[in-house]
């Protein structure tokens, strides 16, 4: 089973910019979509981003669209979480997952391996 390991994750101030970053094992990276998630503290966890296996299919939950982008480098075993403009309320753990093998597009469903996630603050 693949891993995911996250990180970039850190204190900032609102309206700057992170980007984090999700890098998984094996050889079969490039055959999963991938989504990120966040978990705010004392709130349910929710999908934010997540692309196909080869990087064309891209959605975003409407609270980030237009200020985060998602990217992936297969050659790299890793997808990225570009965040510009944040907002206290983007705070939370990241988590980033992998979907269901050969899935052609992307979803917050049917997830597999899971990261443990990396911290994002957003606070002055």
């Known amino acids: 089973q693949m891993q995911l390991v996250e990180s970039g994750g850190k204190l900032v101030l609102p309206g700057e910019s992170l980007r984090l970053s999700c890098v998984g094992t094996g050889r079969t990276f490039d055959s999963y979509p991938i989504a990120w998630f966040r978990q705010a503290p004392g709130k349910e966890q929710e999908g934010v981003s997540c692309t196909s296996k080869d990087g064309k299919w891209l959605t975003y939950a409407a609270p980030v669209k237009g200020r985060f982008t998602i990217s992936r480098d297969n050659a790299r075993n890793t997808v990225y979480l570009h965040m510009n403009g944040l907002l206290p309320e983007d705070s939370g753990v990241y988590y980033c997952?992998?979907?269901?093998?050969?899935?052609?597009?992307?979803?917050?469903?049917?997830?597999?391996?899971w990261g443990k996630g990396t911290l994002v603050t957003v606070s002055a």
């Open positions: 997952a992998a979907g269901r093998m050969d899935d052609s597009r992307c979803s917050y469903s049917d997830m597999g391996s």
